[in-house]
């Protein structure tokens, strides 16, 4: 077969696809004005909107929507709950509950900060010449009308047809169950949702550190809830009264808050997505009702085992995927210099503080692209779908009656109201089909209009969610 | 035909010669250890099977020249089974998976997960079909890790033998 005498090609002496480490890398802190020579890793040229810590070893997005409020909140309940409700509890009942408590917030908080600070599976863009190469084929197979072809290429998958649509951004064909997320200017593998409370998106690599999140924080809520009740109850007895328990224990009233506003929502969602995994879908694909046979076609999850059993074990319990994006690794010299260094952001242990902004503004700017739209499933109670709707910041402070909403209710409805109306205003907004789920999800606030009609007033926070 | 190949490749050695190579391309000795490349061949996925790794075995048309069809597919098989291998699911994923739930996920920071072991065995796979198939052809395989696992790319370069028709 060989005829010709082909150059062997040695592999070690090109430079290559592989980037050789320079020599001595320098901490590349502050690179940006430095000369080309200067070596830089990956994540200080990432062009998608994220921020980087330690030297790439952390990633979080751009937005850290809620998550200081988040982590606060759990943080204050939990500490209120072991200075007021533990020594009362420990003397009159056992001493397993503050070590309970105490194993259940460590869970949530490791869990929490695994949800925000890992990779969710971010899709590296492609090469210039992958690009050149699928827009070839493209142009190739175009016909001649007047309108471009459009860019979704249709598989087979278990004998269910799937479009796969083009993402403009990166460059490339999604592969199945990928979406873009516009907040993090990413595709994002296996994409679920954007969470704004855990201020990253959550998708394949992070779903099962998000799901034993919520699981655990319910726990966590029901268990305070109940300890705290508990306390309360043993405090009043004698025909004390609830007001003398509470004028003993004040942090017991705030918990005691908190938690019932929280417990139902967290309760809500854990159920929620225990119904996702177990039936081995995502939020994006439940809210648009990509697999629920709408229009009469016979269609069902491609992706599903048929076994609840192994398709929670294959979500929670498979193979862990490693990061595409090589955050740490080192750019190939003439690389570097081509690379359009998009948002690279100076590496800083501190994080930053993103309250400073109010509440307001961080609900303006967190929003989740796929929101409430479809019907919710047999009516189950779990009316926080999409919406990672974690009560604790939300039903306590009249401003902030979900967590998804995109414009801060109008005026400052009472706090019993609160709640209720938010669960009106989800289950009707829930119903309003979301548009704009197509192609790049952006947030648009434009597509409100018909949620907040459908929801009445307060029901813009949850349909304006885009 | 031949004549679109050669157009192809032309028009790729055009766009892609300023990424990749800055030496100058003279015919002297020096030069035979950085050949220049010619072009680029992408393997696409395969999804026909759901969303675990797989590459289309579609022998492309432009490495007709210079491999067989069956070391290509040869290859390119492997690869899948390797990848297969990784993202298995059975009973020693589950108990890995279980196992690092109880910790709080926490074991990943110490510990080689099995898929992770699995990419060392598959870019190791790779070094050596370049070493013993690809480069001896005028051919480069990258590992797909390096491409965010979306394609398989092989660079194809130039062919310096003396007198050769293609």
């Known amino acids: ?466 | 035909g031949r004549s679109f190949n050669a157009s192809l490749l032309s028009s790729f050695n055009i766009g892609i010669t300023g990424l990749c190579f800055k030496k100058v391309k003279t015919h002297s000795l020096q030069d035979l250890r950085q050949p220049a490349v010619s072009s680029k061949v992408f393997v696409q996925r395969d999804y026909n099977s759901g969303t675990i790794s797989k590459f289309q075995t579609k022998f492309p048309s432009e490495l007709e020249s210079r491999l067989d069809k069956q070391q290509f597919e040869e290859t390119i098989q492997t690869l899948n089974n390797l990848y297969a291998e990784a993202e298995k699911l059975g009973g020693k994923s589950y108990l890995e998976g279980c196992l690092a739930c109880l910790t709080a996920y926490t074991i990943f920071l110490c510990m080689e997960t099995h898929y992770e072991k699995v990419l060392k065995k598959i870019s190791r796979y790779i070094k050596d079909q370049n070493e013993k198939i690809y480069a001896p052809r005028g051919l480069l395989l990258t590992d797909p890790i390096e491409r965010g696992l979306r394609v398989v790319e092989i660079t194809i370069f130039e062919d310096r033998s003396i007198g050769s028709g293609r």
């Open chain 1, 1 to 466: 077969m060989k005829n010709c005498e082909y150059q062997q090609i040695d592999p070690q002496a090109l430079p290559p696809a592989t980037p050789n480490p320079p020599p001595p890398p320098r901490g590349p802190h502050g690179d940006r004005g430095e000369e080309p020579t200067a070596p830089r890793r990956k994540w200080q040229v990432f062009p998608g909107k994220n921020r980087f810590y330690c030297d790439g070893r952390i990633i979080v997005a751009r937005q850290s929507g809620v998550l200081p409020l988040t982590l606060g909140l759990i943080i204050v309940t939990c500490g209120l709950f072991f200075i007021f409700d533990c020594p009362f509890l420990v003397k009159h009942l056992t001493s397993c509950i503050p070590v309970i408590g105490g194993l259940l917030f460590v869970f949530v908080v490791i869990t929490l900060l695994q949800t925000s600070l890992t990779d969710p599976g971010i899709l590296p863009r492609a090469t210039p010449d992958e690009a050149a190469d699928i827009e070839k084929q493209i142009d190739n197979t175009g016909n001649a009308s007047y309108r471009p072809p459009p860019r979704t290429k249709e598989v087979l998958i278990n004998q269910q047809v799937v479009k796969l649509k083009y993402c403009f951004t990166c460059k490339m064909f999604r592969p199945p169950r990928t979406s873009h997320c516009s907040l993090c200017d990413n595709c994002v593998e296996r994409f679920d949702h954007h969470c704004p409370w855990v201020g990253n998106c959550v998708g394949k690599r992070n779903y099962r550190f998000f799901y034993t999140f919520i699981v655990s924080l319910s726990f966590l809520t029901a268990f305070i809830f109940g300890c705290v009740t508990t306390h309360l109850a043993l405090r009043a007895q004698g025909g004390k009264g609830l007001m003398f328990a509470l004028q003993e224990s004040p942090g017991s009233a705030v918990e005691l808050v908190v938690c019932f506003f929280s417990v139902w929502s967290i309760l809500g969602l854990s159920g929620f997505h225990t119904y996702l995994v177990s039936s081995n879908l995502t939020t994006n694909e439940d809210i648009k009702g990509s697999w629920s046979g709408k229009s009469g076609e016979d269609v069902s999850n491609p992706y599903s085992h048929k076994n609840i059993f192994v398709n929670c074990c294959s979500v929670l319990c498979g193979p862990m995927p490693p990061s595409l994006i090589d955050r740490r690794g080192f750019l190939p010299a003439d690389e570097s210099v081509q690379t359009a260094a998009v948002d690279t952001e100076l590496p800083t242990l501190a994080t930053k503080s993103v309250c400073t902004q109010g509440t307001k503004g961080l609900l303006e700017s967190a929003t989740i692209p796929p929101l409430l739209s479809a019907s919710c499933p047999q009516g189950k109670p779990h009316s926080a779908r999409s919406c990672p709707d974690k009560g604790p910041a939300v039903n306590p402070d009249p401003e902030l009656p979900t967590s998804c909403g995109r414009r801060p209710a109008a005026g400052s409805p009472p706090a019993r109201h609160a709640k209720a109306r938010a669960k009106k205003s989800k289950r009707a907004a829930q119903r309003v089909p979301n548009p704009s789920l197509d192609g790049p999800v952006s947030p648009a606030s434009p597509d409100a209009g018909p949620g907040s009609q459908a929801g009445g007033h307060v029901g813009a926070t949850f349909a304006s969610l885009h």
